[in-house]
């Protein structure tokens, strides 16, 4: 039987549109639509759907359509597939859809948990403006140097997202982003991209969220997951229900250690990686990473019959 890694999709992989085929080509993924829409309270498969992109885009809207989205993909997979699958890990909000697809969280808990952690970030955001940027072609060690210079008692700027060798995304205050774009450029970056976010994720400036989402997650049932999750914050496997509650809580503010997560779930030898939701950004870093690594993504009906056709190959 074949060993499968699988990937989850974060904030960022929203289209308008997303789904829909989903919900034509399969009466359950229709189910789960009007499921989320009840649990919400929010008409959730509307916003997918038919937008506006505005709309989607909203943190408190986009991370319920990506969990919903990935894990309406998963649940169509074929048994076989699901059952081959030794490890996984989610990009950011997808690590809670990893929980999902690994039993430890139930879905109605888990869209409103992600909800809630939305309204919290935007909130935060709100509270003390931030941002984030995109670094291509600097190390980590350079990417950390750049923050440390330009970072005050004030204003603070960190590295977010180990993405890909070459790649990192730093996040905090407005002021110290910028000073950190233009230290970076100076410093030997091929390119310095700014990102439209709502608030600096994954940085010091989400700690007034932090308390509120670990509230949340207390309240909500988790069990020990079926196989083990890679944590964004550690790079490390969880296989408890309690360690899964207190990584969830500290990825808010922590990096996202994408490099390290991968190169953890490869030392199990993975025969498939499957990317389960919205979009291929996973897949393209996959490679990036470790070219070696053979990855289909699924979801679309279209790729999840390609999907199963590379399991079964």
Request: charged share 20%; hydrophobic share 45%; glycine share 8%.
């Amino acid at each position: 039987m074949k060993r499968l890694a699988v990937m989850m999709p974060g904030q960022g992989s929203q289209f308008v549109g997303m789904g829909r085929d989903l919900a034509v080509a399969d009466a359950r993924a229709m189910e789960l639509f009007e499921l989320a829409d009840s649990v919400l309270g929010v008409p959730l498969s509307r916003i997918c759907w038919d937008g506006p992109v505005e709309e989607l885009t909203r943190t408190e809207n986009a991370q319920p359509a990506i969990l919903l989205h990935s894990f309406i993909a998963w649940s169509l997979l074929p048994q076989e597939v699901r059952e081959s699958v030794s490890i996984g890990a989610g990009h950011s909000l997808g690590e809670f859809t990893a929980y999902v697809a690994a039993g430890s969280l139930g879905l109605a808990d888990a869209l409103r948990l992600v909800r809630r952690r939305g309204e919290l970030m935007a909130i935060s955001g709100d509270e003390r403006a931030g941002t984030m940027a995109a670094v291509i072609g600097m190390d980590p060690e350079g990417v950390g140097t750049v923050c440390a210079s330009v970072s005050t008692d004030e204003f603070v700027v960190v590295p977010a997202n180990y993405n890909a060798p070459g790649q990192i995304v730093v996040s905090g205050d407005v002021p110290a982003v910028e000073a950190a774009m233009e230290a970076a450029s100076g410093m030997g970056a091929r390119k310095v991209i700014p990102l439209t976010v709502s608030g600096a994720f994954h940085s010091p400036l989400m700690e007034s969220a932090r308390s509120g989402l670990a509230e949340a997650i207390s309240e909500v049932e988790l069990v020990d997951p079926a196989w083990p999750v890679v944590a964004n914050a550690s790079a490390t496997e969880v296989r408890t229900a309690s360690e899964a509650r207190s990584r969830l809580v500290e990825q808010l503010t922590s990096p996202v250690r994408w490099v390290e997560s991968v190169e953890a779930m490869a030392a199990s030898h993975p025969d498939l990686w499957i990317e389960v939701g919205p979009g291929r950004v996973l897949s393209g870093l996959l490679k990036r990473i470790d070219r070696g690594q053979t990855s289909a993504a699924a979801g679309t009906p279209v790729e999840l019959e390609q999907m199963v056709e590379a399991f079964n190959a």
